[in-house]
C-alpha cells in the first residue's frame, strides 16, 4: 500500500452519472433502428440492429427493475 494515498470506503468514491447512461441507452437505440431505414439488401443488418437495440431494451429494463426493488442506487 502507498503510503501517500488516503483510506477511503468504496461509498466514498463519486460515482458515475445512472441518469446519462440511461439517456444514452436510449438514444443509442433510437439511432438503431433508424438505421433500418437504408439502402441495404440484406437482411442480415436488420436483425443486427434490432438485435442490439433489443439487447439495449433488455438492459434498461433490468436496470429499472433492479433500481425499484431498491438492489441499485
Avoid: C, F, Y
Avoid at 3 to 23: I, L, Y
Avoid at 45 to 55: P, Y
Amino acid at each position: 500500500m502507498a503510503g501517500n494515498e488516503p483510506v477511503t470506503a468504496p461509498d466514498q468514491h463519486k460515482r458515475s452519472s445512472g441518469r446519462a447512461a440511461r439517456v444514452g441507452a436510449v438514444v443509442t437505440i433510437v439511432i438503431l433502428l433508424a438505421m433500418l431505414i437504408g439502402n441495404h439488401e440484406g437482411n442480415i443488418e436488420n436483425l443486427w440492429l434490432v438485435g442490439l437495440a433489443a439487447l439495449l431494451v433488455a438492459i434498461l429494463i433490468g436496470d429499472w427493475v433492479l433500481r425499484k426493488n431498491g438492489l441499485r442506487s
